[in-house]
């Protein structure tokens, strides 16, 4: 049974960071584009960023360009995401998904593109 298991959530002060780890298994992961979504309280998941499956082709939402890096490790069969400069309105549920693709560089940046979900990780970003 395919699982992604998403950690190192938490609360952080504004302007702090922290890093994002999905963890997948029984999954042929470099087979799969990887992608983080976010789903903030009373509000719709929304799409954060996604890699291909090579991990060399990236796309982030533009709320969070220039402070969040995508990146995997395809040998650890883990993406991650690094957050920086955060702020309070990326306080959300994060969810890590994979999606299964042909193309090496493809990338997927809507949630019916995913064939598996995560079950999310908490971060808050408050004083």
């Known amino acids: 049974q395919v699982q992604l298991v998403e950690s190192g959530g938490g609360l952080v002060q504004p302007g702090g960071s922290l890093r994002l780890s999905c963890a997948a298994s029984e999954l042929s992961f470099s087979s799969y584009a990887m992608g983080w979504f976010r789903q903030a309280p009373g509000k719709e998941r929304e799409f954060v960023a996604s890699i291909s499956r090579s991990g060399g082709s990236t796309f982030s939402a533009d709320s969070i360009k220039g402070r969040f890096i995508i990146s995997r490790d395809n040998a650890k069969n883990t993406v991650y995401l690094q957050m920086n400069s955060l702020k309070p309105e990326d306080t959300a549920v994060y969810y890590c998904?994979?999606?299964?693709?042909?193309?090496?560089?493809?990338?997927?940046?809507?949630?019916?593109?995913?064939?598996?979900w995560g079950q999310g990780t908490q971060v808050t970003v408050s004083s």
């Open positions: 998904a994979a999606g299964r693709t042909f193309l090496k560089e493809s990338i997927l940046s809507t949630e019916s593109q995913y064939n598996y």
